[in-house]
């Protein structure tokens, strides 16, 4: 099922420390504080986003946030769009 076209995440800013500003295509902005889903969630391929530097190397990958080149890390855009942190 195709996700609407207004959840298409258009946009990604990075604010702080595990903030991240989103744009989504009918111009909704949402700040997400992703980093309560980070420290609660140890794992190999999430820990490493847990570094500033790697965590701000996000990009948008059909209307998504992802890290990672194979989207090692990524969420539903539904809930973005809501407003809701993940965690």
């Known amino acids: 099922m195709k996700a609407k076209y207004y959840l298409n995440i258009v946009k990604a800013e ?3 420390d595990y903030v991240v500003r989103l744009t989504f295509a009918d111009h909704t902005v949402r700040d997400i504080d992703f980093g309560i889903f980070l420290l609660n969630h140890s794992h190999p391929q999430h820990n490493k986003y847990l570094n500033p530097i790697y965590f701000s190397k996000f990009k948008i990958k059909n209307g998504n ?3 990672g080149k194979n ?3 990524s969420f539903h855009e539904e ?9």
């Open 71 to 73: 989207a090692d890390l």
């Open 65 to 67: 946030i992802v890290w």
């Open 79 to 87: 809930e973005l769009y809501r407003g809701i942190n993940p965690v």
């Open 14 to 16: 990075h604010l702080n």
